[in-house]
């Protein structure tokens, strides 16, 4: 072959093969583009994903259930009868003998101030006292407390009167959404009389001492099984602290007064202008 072959030389036409190109339309406006062509599957496969999902319900909606399955009632097992002191007052219970504690106060007296978080006793939201010390009540057995003395959050008040250590958790904000204040507080007054017996824990210098006078990282390290988190850890010591010791924390904030609240909103008006 005489013609040297050229890779990206354009194809000769016929005179043919040109006049029938010329005749064609133009093909500029013809077909879809590619994303337009990407929308419409898309949403062609969400349309039949959601026809076929709806159908599958409606199938499983019309299925009949087995007699009793679905709308059986809970029946409580082993039942026992039970009395204990709640908050200085006697109650009297029959639970199954597997609930626990927690459930007891809530569900069945409506003290709905213990909370359940964890429900596992990590994380001290559900703490309350009986007979003084302090438990996870979400791991305590109701039917243990026989005859014992529990208190809860709503018992420590003495009427309108704070008990001291309510009062310290909102002088020093002790919390912030609050939901585990309840078992921080009641830890934190069982804290104080483990304090007054001597009782030891991991960061007593001297357990030979018969009383202790508690450290802030001491108080921190014995309230360890309470978790905040808010973060609110600093006002929760130095609440603790104080109803211990009588010694007041620095107070490094203060409420605003209407004279600083009117020059807030006065800034912030001529702000949003």
């Known amino acids: ?70 709308f059986a009632d809970k029946t409580a097992e082993n039942l026992v009868k039970l009395a204990l002191k709640v908050n200085g007052v006697t109650k009297r219970l029959e639970v199954d003998s597997r609930v626990v504690l927690l459930d007891a106060l809530r569900e069945r007296l ?68 609050g939901y585990c204040t309840p078992g921080q507080i009641c830890s934190a007054v069982a804290l104080l009389e483990e304090a007054r017996r001597g009782d030891v824990s991991h960061v007593t210098e001297d357990v030979s001492a018969t009383t202790t006078q508690l450290t802030n990282e001491q108080i921190s390290e014995r309230m360890s099984g309470n978790i905040c988190r808010c973060g609110a850890y600093p006002g929760i010591v130095a609440a603790i602290q104080e109803v211990h010791s009588g010694k007041k924390t620095a107070q490094t904030w203060g409420f605003v007064d209407d004279q600083q609240l009117a020059r807030v909103r006065k800034e912030d008006g001529n702000a949003a202008v």
């Open 1 to 70: 072959m005489n013609e040297e072959f050229h890779e990206n030389s354009e194809p000769e036409l016929s005179a043919d093969e040109e006049a029938l190109l010329n005749e064609m339309p133009a093909l500029a406006d013809v077909g879809l583009t590619r994303r337009r062509f990407l929308k419409q599957t898309l949403a062609g496969s969400l349309g039949l994903f959601a026809l076929d999902l709806l159908a599958h319900e409606q199938a499983l909606a019309a299925l009949s259930p087995s007699p009793g399955a679905v």
């Open 110 to 177: 409506g003290l709905t101030g213990s909370k359940k978080g964890c429900d596992q006793g990590q994380c001290g939201a559900c703490t309350v006292l009986v007979n003084g010390r302090r438990v996870l009540s979400c791991l305590t057995l109701a039917a243990t407390c026989e005859g014992k003395d529990v208190t809860t959050i709503e018992g420590l008040a003495k009427g309108d009167q704070l008990h001291p250590m309510q009062a310290a958790f909102i002088k020093y904000d002790g919390f912030q959404c």
